[in-house]
Nanobody, 118 residues
Framework: QVHLVESGGGLVQPGGSLRLSCAAY????????MGWYRQAPGAERELVAA?????????ADSVKGRFTISRDNAGNTVTVYLQMNVLKPEDTAVYYC??????????WGQGTQVTVSS
């Protein structure tokens, strides 16, 4: 079992920055990919960015050049960060952390709200 704890959401003005964190606990040795997804009201959940255990990254076209995902494997936790710069109102959504194991089992965090508004 893997347990995910997210933090870092909030309200920011357009053009501002936020950093989201997601710490994984439990059977972290089973985790391959960790990523961030988001879901805006009335929309489907979509991939924002993901990083594999080997450090390969993948970004949605809408965030390329503005968002950076990184991963820190230390001790008994794995933490993934999403640095979000030049935020736009259309980035407003609930952001979810996801961990996928080598056996393709998915775990989700509870979600954190990001609101970009003046």
């Amino acid at each position: 079992q893997v347990h995910l704890v997210e933090s870092g959401g909030g309200l920011v003005q357009p053009g501002g920055s936020l950093r989201l964190s997601c710490a994984a606990y439990g059977s972290i040795f089973t985790i391959n990919t960790m990523g961030w997804y988001r879901q805006a009201p009335g929309a489907e959940r979509e991939l924002v960015a993901a990083v594999t255990s080997r450090g390969s990254t993948n970004y949605a076209d809408s965030v390329k050049g503005r968002f950076t995902i990184s991963r820190d494997n230390a001790g008994n936790t794995v933490t993934v960060y999403l640095q979000m710069n030049v935020l736009k109102p259309e980035d407003t959504a609930v952001y979810y952390c996801k961990a996928t194991t080598y056996s393709y089992v998915n775990y989700w965090g509870q979600g954190t709200q990001v609101t970009v508004s003046s």
